[in-house]
């Protein structure tokens, strides 16, 4: 029984190794074949053997480590695919075709080459904000018929033309500020397309670096006429201009340079500005002292956290209605005036934590009328009669979740929750005398008594008893 089974044994290996003399001769044709192709930089050097079914193997890890990189999901029916962060410097071929929303902030990407995004032929926004854009191609964009909204902002783009926008017939928000724009005749195409009235959405913010003298100028309020003007600059035509006749003696006819325009820093140059999953303004460890001008409207978040920013003046907020979340944590806050928080109708959660407040102001919070979430720990509280307007809102609103209100002056208070101070503040108050009077006596009694009643007149102060009335006065009438 063992000698039949050694036998078969020994048929079966016969057998099988013609076949992997075969298959291993046909991979190596076929490594030969591949070498330099496109093949090549999947497989290549994976096996020493070099067989095919090692580099398919290979191929087939790449596709799973190189899905694993992006993080996939659902939300509200619609698919999105997280690509945020990962050093990508390219769109890569096995993502998804059928997504919705295509995240490709902070990453490598340097240049957007023609139908890159074609096969995504579903998605409705792109969001490559935060990169090293420079070069975009006429038809990137090519094939994105639904695409409703385009980040591009904070990237090196300095020129581009409607071209690009030809495509995207359904585009409604489109974001390239904080970037290098070059106002010249290369932009004029685009910038006549962003002015138009039906596009009002489209480009907001985006401001020229260059030249000089359109430093600052917003690309929505341009002279579209003056971009194609001699040298890509606006020419004085002026007798004795630059571009005149006149010569303008001096220094050989050229047009003094202006002095450089101070350009104001807004929030969204020193601050970045999130879509998905919700509208942020992230302004987090900005070194700010102030909060940022021309505040978009359409954000939900905005974190202000770990700045120096120490006052809050009025009107601040005034554009951000649809604002619900604002952080202000770990900044030097020590005063919030009067309608500082005037315009967040909606705002539902205020973190004010970790700075040094004392107090409020009277009417601070007046205008916040749907709060939720008052986060208050890690301030100096002061625990004296300016504390009392704090504890009085906080009571007439009951639905507002609280933390962090504890007395850190004075000495006697340290540690107390603010609410049992005010508590005991009240319960100190001496009881009114006229009180007391009402509550055990009628009125009838308390009149008698008044009338009854004799004041010893060493208790009286000195002006009462200059002018205390003559016991009978006769006044005859003729």
């Given amino acids: 029984m063992r000698l039949l089974t050694t ?13 992997r003399g075969a298959r291993s001769g046909a991979n190596h044709k076929g490594r030969s074949r591949s070498r330099g192709g496109p093949g090549a930089l999947a497989g290549g050097g994976a096996d020493p053997g070099g067989g095919a079914v090692v580099r398919g193997r290979g191929r087939a890890g790449a596709v799973r480590r190189q899905a694993g990189v992006c993080k996939e999901y659902v939300e509200a029916g619609e698919k999105y695919l997280d690509c945020q962060n990962k050093q990508l410097t390219a769109v890569m071929e096995d993502w998804p ?3 919705h929303h295509l995240l490709l902030a902070r990453n490598n990407i340097q240049v957007l080459r023609d139908n890159m995004f074609s096969r995504f032929s579903q998605l409705r926004s792109l969001d490559l904000q935060q990169n090293q854009i420079s070069l975009v191609e006429e038809q990137a964009f090519w094939g994105l018929s639904r695409l409703t909204t385009l980040l591009l902002q904070h990237n090196a783009i300095r020129s581009a033309s409607e071209e690009l926008l030809l495509p995207l017939t359904r585009l409604v928000y489109l974001r390239v500020y904080d970037n290098p724009w070059s106002c010249d005749c290369g932009l004029d195409s685009l910038v006549r397309t962003l002015q138009v009235p039906s596009n009002r959405n489209l480009a907001n913010y985006a401001k020229c670096a260059e030249p000089e003298d359109l430093r600052g100028h917003k690309l929505k309020k341009l002279n579209v006429d003056a971009l194609c003007a001699t040298g ?8 004795g201009g630059a571009g005149g006749d006149g010569g303008g003696g001096g220094q050989g006819g050229k047009k003094p340079k202006p002095p450089p325009k101070k350009v104001k820093a807004d929030a969204t140059t020193l601050c970045h500005t999130y879509i998905f999953p919700r509208p942020l303004l992230d302004c987090s460890s900005k070194d ?6 021309d505040l978009p409207s359409d954000i939900v978040k905005m974190d202000l956290s770990s700045n120096s920013i120490s006052q809050l003046r009025p009107r601040h907020f005034l554009y951000a209605k649809d604002l619900k979340l604002l952080n202000l944590s770990s900044n030097s ?8 928080f005037d315009g967040l109708l909606y705002l539902r959660e205020l973190d004010l934590s970790n700075n040094s407040l004392q107090y409020f102001q009277y009417g601070v919070l007046e205008d916040l009328y749907f709060l939720r979430r008052l986060s208050l720990a890690n301030n100096p509280w002061i625990c004296d009669y300016n504390i009392h307007y704090l504890i009085y809102w906080l009571k007439h609103h009951p639905g507002v979740s609280y933390s962090g209100l504890v007395c850190s002056d ?3 208070f340290r540690g107390w929750p603010v609410e049992d101070y005010v ?4 319960g100190e108050c001496p009881k009114d005398r006229s009180a007391a009077v009402d509550a055990g006596q009628g009125g009838a009694d308390r009149e008698a008594q008044e009338v009854a009643g004799e004041t010893d007149e060493a208790d009286l102060p000195t002006p009462l008893k200059d002018r205390r009335p003559k016991k009978f006065e006769i006044i005859r009438l003729s």
């Fill in 7 to 19: 036998l078969l044994l020994l048929l079966l290996l016969r057998s099988a190794e013609p076949r």
């Fill in 97 to 99: 075709t059928d997504i």
């Fill in 232 to 239: 890509g600059n606006q020419v004085d035509r002026t007798p």
């Fill in 288 to 293: 700010l002292k102030n909060i940022p001008s």
């Fill in 333 to 340: 806050l020590d005063r919030i005036d009067t309608a500082a």
């Fill in 410 to 412: 004075p000495q006697e």
């Fill in 423 to 426: 508590k005991t503040y009240n």
